[in-house]
């Protein structure tokens, strides 16, 4: 608050207060002490006593000193108002670095206006006072903090740039930035150097680390400018988490979104604070939960799946005085359905005895489809009826041959970017394997290895996998794979110049299964039989588990579709997209970027706006190294890669508050000043303020009515 | 107190003791000597009246020549003149201790010790026993009431020897005393009666009740009664720290009336017990006070 007198020469007026206390001290009656009997009569006679001799003399002087103090004041013209003058602005010509603290908590609501716009306002009225000659900067307070205007002596140049900014949704990075400043004001030549940072003072943005940098005798005036205790401005509740989950083994396919939400005030609980989920800018269904004071509280809505879509939606809280934080993105993949045709080559009219029977079963366990793979089981006989094109992956199992002339569709279905897996067996012709399907397959089938009763059996070389498929065998199901018997299998040789991996080998040095690349397409060879012919694989528990992933990965779904979830700010990373296809990005904002490639991994920086950013694959193969860039549409030909959402970081939400003492600390050689921010711009228009001339003259006539009536009285 | 009394021998205490004899005897030898008596009836060489005898009266006292003349038996009775015992309750806390600046003026408690003194000459001159308590806000001294004539000196010397102070807890005091005190006697309390004690028409009640014949002397100085003072004052107290200033002008019309409340009361109150109350400012002579009493009682019929 500020008391500004527009004629400050009639305060002189004041020291007339000296007349009637010298007229009280000159006309004061002597005062004698008498011992008396009845002094407590006396005291109870003088309560119930209306005559008050003694007391209206100090009434009369106190109301003569007011009137006449109040007359002085209403002469000397006062303007009332919420500022404070302070050393803002400075008055010799300076160089001044400006933090403007743009964090998302900065967009509080307080009344008509939000605690940035206070400081926007401030900012301005800060760079129209500067005395001439004066430069100064802006550098922005929100992580990673930065310069947003350099040195600049033009006063109006801050109101171009920041007049119709809006606070970012990043947390506070103060450090960051008084780093930044005192670069700047190295580089600056003028002797008066000074800093102000306006701030919510959010404790989250002062790390300690970002100050340990600031070198030993620096030495400027900082003056701290407070926009936290703006009245109205209180932060009560926000969405700190969302998950989601899907509930397979029911026919509903129920998804379950689970949010938690913080209550940001330390004493006051929030009774039935209003939460709601909204799916692509629907509304789901709704409820309430109860918080207590500084505390969390969840909440799980739950509604049904109907379509295998991705899901886009948010969840949202109650509105209270700062809406970032009352609202939480997320993005859900459901996993797509593949279609797999599993060809037997052992058919057998008992069921169990069949090749592809325990294949079947793990790849679909239940009677409804729980896995996401759909399996059609063919014979040899039955394959030229169907359309290869309609399945993802093939898993031909123990076949002899193929019909004829069927390799070539195989390779076409390959190079397309179908998925073939082969399972060897008794009936298998390494012939044929090796000349008809030679351009899909890069090892040539040797021989069988069987044992005798007597001989070891041949066990699977474990020992833990990056492999896609294989990382998810850790510790006891690895171990388990370790008791696996196979009795009999394929011995393969490389062919020249083939590419290709090995993920899984037999103790023996023998490869145990083989993986290539066809074109877009995989080709996965397992040496040994998917029955229980050649091993007791099918009836391990590992089982299931190992043929899903590898059915999954060969069809590219596995892990495919990448989903991520990020704060604001933090860069996404995607470290095994499919190479040769160009990556693109759709924005919250509907920006679409397509993406720097290089190499084995994308990044993507720009995750400054909160939302759900989806992921798109195109055909065409980008040039390596080439610049990511901003594309008006999406290319035709793409398909969805998956998605990932930003969020704002929730730390910023809490309440706490860095005090006077501990940015004193971290500032130790600098003098610093605390304002209340919201003052300055009153501050700086002296004459903008409430006048106080018309109700002080009207508190002088009532001290004079009141004084008229006591005498009366007396 | 026991009966062996310690004297303070100083020659000023001892001239102060001769005076008040001095001053009581002349009080009351000048005013109603004889015509105050006991209202008791006893053993004693005075005849006073026959009853006719009734089973379990002393055959001892039967008028055996009235017997012989007129054949009915007939006891005689005697005045019993020196069986009444006498209590003085004397007030000895500090507000007693008020003189008026006024010089004419007498110490309150002077005023307090003379009655005593007298009234004390005046039991013990009809063969009375007569005791003294003091008290501020407990029994400071007590004297047992005793008929000896020469008792009168350790009154006296009671009387002259203390000193006002403390704060009046009359309650107490009267619980305190109600205990000493032989039943079907007489309580004179002398007190201005200045206390914050409330209720204490309960234990004046408590007292009458235990068939004690209870008189109130209540002594206040003009001062006390009035306000007359003028000008800013801080009153100190006499008893406790308690102090207020102000001019006296302010409440005088409020303190009149609260201090009159009070004699009203007590006056009122005693009237409904039986209890003779004896208001005394004073500017009242002595004399005039005590004759006053005596006339008072005389017309009740309690000499």
Known sequence: MNLNFISPLYLLGLLGIAVPILVHLLTRRQQKHLLFSAVHLLFHSQKRSVKRSAPNRRLLLLIRCLGILLLSLALANPIFSFGGPGNFPPDTPSASVIILDDSYSMGTRTGQTTFYASAVEAVLDLTQSLPADSVYSVVLGSAPGRVFQGWTDDPSRAKKILKFTQPSAQTTQIGQAFTEALQLLETAPQVDKRIFILTDRDKNGWNEDNFSSIGEGTRYPVEIIDFSGMKGGINLAAVEHVEVHQDFLSNSRVVRVKMRAINLSPTKPINKLKASLWVRDKKQTSGVLDLLAKSTGEKEFSFPLQVNTPLTGEIRIEDDLLAQDNHRFFHYQPNQSIKALIVDGDPKTVEHLSETFYLERALNPFSVSTSNIDPTVSTLAELPMRNLFDYSVVVICNARDLPFGYERELEKFVMRGGALIITLGDQVDPKFYNEKLGRLLPVTLKSIHQITRQDEPFRLLIKPSQHRVLKAFKGRTLEEMKSIRFNSMYSVEPKESAEFTIPMWFRNQAPALVESKSGKGKVILFVSSIDRDWSDFAIQPTFLPWVQRWVKYSARKLDNLTQQELLVGEPFVWKEPATGSSIYIKTPGGKIVRLRSGGEKVTFDDTFRPGVYTLHRGNSASDENSESQTIPQLPSGTEPAGAFTVNIDPRESLSDKISDEEIRSLLPEMTVTFSAGYQHREAAHPEEGFPLSTPFLLLVSSMLLLEGWLIRKE | ?303
């Not at chain 2, 000895?92 to 007298?118: E, F």
């Not at chain 2, 009640?205 to 306000?227: A, N, T, W």
């Open chain 2, 1 to 303: 107190m026991s009966g062996k009394m310690k004297f303070n021998y100083d020659a000023e205490v001892l001239s102060r003791v001769a005076s008040l004899n001095i001053r009581a005897m002349n009080l009351v030898d000048g005013l109603l000597s004889g015509h105050h008596r006991s209202r008791h009836k006893g053993s004693s060489v005075e005849f006073a009246e026959y009853k006719d005898y009734t089973p379990g009266d002393e055959t001892k006292h039967i008028d055996w020549k009235v017997a012989g003349k007129t054949d009915k038996y007939h006891i005689k009775q005697f005045e019993q003149s020196t069986n009444l015992k006498v209590t003085i309750l004397l007030d000895a806390s500090g507000s007693m201790a008020y003189k008026s600046p006024d010089p004419q003026g007498q110490l309150k408690m002077d005023y307090a010790r003379t009655l005593a003194a007298a009234l004390s000459y005046l039991f013990l001159k009809q063969y009375d026993a007569v005791g003294l308590a003091v008290f501020n806000d407990h029994i400071t001294s007590h004297i047992p009431p005793r008929s000896k004539p020469t008792h009168f000196q350790h009154i006296l010397h009671g009387l002259e020897t203390l000193v006002p102070s403390g704060v009046t807890q009359l309650n107490e005091v009267i619980k305190d005393v109600i205990e000493r005190l032989p039943r079907r006697s007489i309580l004179i309390l002398v007190s201005d009666f200045l206390t914050r004690d409330s209720d204490i028409e309960k234990n004046l009640k408590l007292l009458v009740s235990r068939g004690l014949e209870v008189i109130l002397f209540h002594i206040l100085d003009p001062d006390e009664v009035s306000l007359p003072f003028e000008g800013d004052i801080v009153f100190e107290s006499l008893e406790d720290d308690l102090s207020v200033g102000l001019d006296p002008a302010d409440v005088r019309e409020t303190y009149r009336e609260e201090i009159q409340n009070q004699i009203q009361f007590y006056r009122s109150y005693c009237s409904g017990l039986g209890v003779d109350y004896i208001f005394l400012d004073t500017s009242i002579p002595l004399e005039q006070g005590l004759n006053y009493y005596l006339l008072r009682r005389k017309s009740l019929g309690k000499t």
